[in-house]
């Protein structure tokens, strides 16, 4: 079966083939760490990790980057508010962000390079796109020379002519940097240092580099020049990853990547995700239990990690994402579904003789066959979420028949094999679970107190003593222990 990605520089499908087979070289453009990361940073960290995770599953070595912006003007701004450096700010935030993504089960990149970090290979990239004729100085500051570089726009699917003509009503007023510029259209790839800033020398004088050149440089240092997957969000490709393209091809003359992919952006309630409008969260406030939606009764109730990586992944990675009430709670109510089929083996698996299985293999896994035909098809992981759902919901009727009639005629080794190809297709996309632990009180109630306490509830019922048998099944259901009342008096009970 052959994996195929929507290529952005395309507009369509295409067939996937790695430069080096076998392996795959991926750069994510990162966040800029200036403050908590939001639902929009949680959806493209977690949807790229996923893709690398299925790639990986697939049998293709991936080396996975993502980066960090550590020099911004939005850091500085937040130095400057709190009184303190713009190191100390990108290290706090950079700390949260994996304690973030943790939280979430998203597993850490191969290497996460830094704007500062990357110094001399972005001064070099500077200099050689100068001595291409592609970028020139102006009073400190060095400008790349939109113009020069004829595919411009091939990405975004944008033309200089047009966006002129759109920018007519604004480009009347100058800024101090417009003043500089050869054309309206050069962006920085030097920005020469303001009192009060943090700087590092150059050959065009003390500054610091503009944003867009910082990624080139990452990507270039850390995967060379031509890169397999290059991946964000939608809202990057144009002008950061035009930008990118424009800077790195005109200095190698070779494709920057061969595949972009980007990821839609998340609404609230089908608006704009922004803290003006108050819909603004975080992660840890969304999953501490600390954030509800406008108009709306605090909930002071914490999400499950799982439940927000369902709720991602449930829709196709490049649509938008709408955050509402019924979605987070249909999400919350699907990972309950997913939760009980994972944990099928570790509560019947005894019941079900697992342990003393010959265990082999059943030939064909038509699940993890189907699973694979839908997620090849440009990371449709929604569809794979699809074939979970069926495999969980057939073990929870499975479960279900067990508590309720003490078996099930079902092949106990086709069970097992059922089960581990939930667990093992749900790891794929990063859904795993605990066994749930018994408390100490349950720990410490043997078969025969139960069978006692059950005893005493069936007398107090004979006797039409009510309140006393529901406070023996409240009594038994604190301590993790459930009664299934049978016709005939009889009473099974399961922990």
Not at 119 to 134: A, F, S
Not at 273 to 295: A, E, H, Q, V, Y
Not at 322 to 346: I, P, R, S
């Amino acid at each position: 079966m052959t994996i195929t990605f929507h290529n952005t520089l395309a507009r369509k499908k295409e067939a996937f083939t790695p430069l080096e087979s076998g392996k795959v070289r991926m750069y994510c453009c990162g966040i800029t760490v200036y403050d908590y990361c939001h639902l929009g940073h949680a959806r493209t960290c977690l949807i790229w990790d996923v893709a690398r995770r299925y790639l990986q599953w697939r049998g293709y070595d991936v080396t996975y980057i993502q980066n960090f912006t550590d020099i911004d003007d939005k850091i500085l701004n937040r130095a400057r508010k709190e009184g303190i450096t713009m190191e100390e700010v990108s290290e706090r935030f950079i700390a949260a962000y994996f304690e973030d993504m943790k939280r979430l089960g998203i597993g850490e990149a191969d290497v996460y390079p830094r704007a500062t970090h990357t110094l001399d290979g972005i001064k070099r990239l500077v200099t050689e796109l100068e001595e291409k004729g592609y970028a020139y100085p102006s009073q400190g500051d060095v400008y790349y020379q939109v113009r020069q570089f004829k595919q411009y726009g091939q990405l975004s699917g944008r033309k200089l002519e047009d966006m002129q003509a759109g920018a007519s009503g604004r480009v009347a007023v100058e800024s101090a940097e417009d003043t500089k510029k050869k054309d309206p259209f050069d962006f920085a790839l030097w920005k020469a240092s303001k009192p009060g800033e943090p700087a590092w020398e150059s050959p065009w004088g003390s500054g610091r580099p503009g944003w867009h050149i910082e990624c080139s440089a990452m990507v270039r240092d850390r995967l060379g020049e031509t890169i397999d997957i290059h991946v964000g969000g939608s809202d990057l490709v144009f002008p950061h990853h035009e930008n990118e393209i424009a800077q790195s091809e005109a200095v190698t003359g070779k494709p920057l990547a061969r595949y972009w992919m980007h990821n839609g952006m998340v609404r609230v309630n089908g608006e704009k995700m922004s803290k003006s409008l108050g819909n603004f969260t975080t992660i840890r406030d969304l999953l501490d239990g600390k954030w509800w939606f406008p108009n709306q009764t605090p909930r002071d109730k914490p999400i499950e990690p799982m439940a927000i990586r369902l709720f991602v992944l449930q829709a196709h990675y490049r649509k938008p994402l709408d955050f509402t009430e019924d979605a987070l709670e249909a999400a919350a109510n699907g990972w309950q579904t997913l939760k009980e089929g994972l944990l099928f083996g570790d509560k019947y698996g005894k019941q079900l003789n697992w342990d003393n299985l010959d265990i082999l293999a059943t030939g064909t896994n038509l699940w993890a066959e189907r699973f694979t035909a839908i997620i090849d098809d440009d990371l449709n992981f929604a569809g794979g979420l699809a074939v979970l759902f069926e495999i969980a919901k057939e073990l929870r009727k499975e479960g279900n028949i067990i508590v309720h009639e003490g078996k099930t005629e079902t092949d106990s080794l086709q069970l097992y094999h059922q089960w581990r190809s939930l667990v093992e297709l749900a790891e794929v996309l990063g859904f795993t679970v605990e066994p749930e632990a018994e408390s100490e009180a349950t720990e410490g109630l043997s078969d025969a107190d139960i069978e006692t306490l059950i005893q005493k509830r069936t007398e107090a019922r004979k006797a039409k003593d009510f309140a006393e048998s529901d406070r023996i099944r409240d009594e038994l259901s604190a301590q993790g222990i459930t009664l299934i009342d049978q016709p005939g008096g009889v009473t099974k009970w399961h922990r």
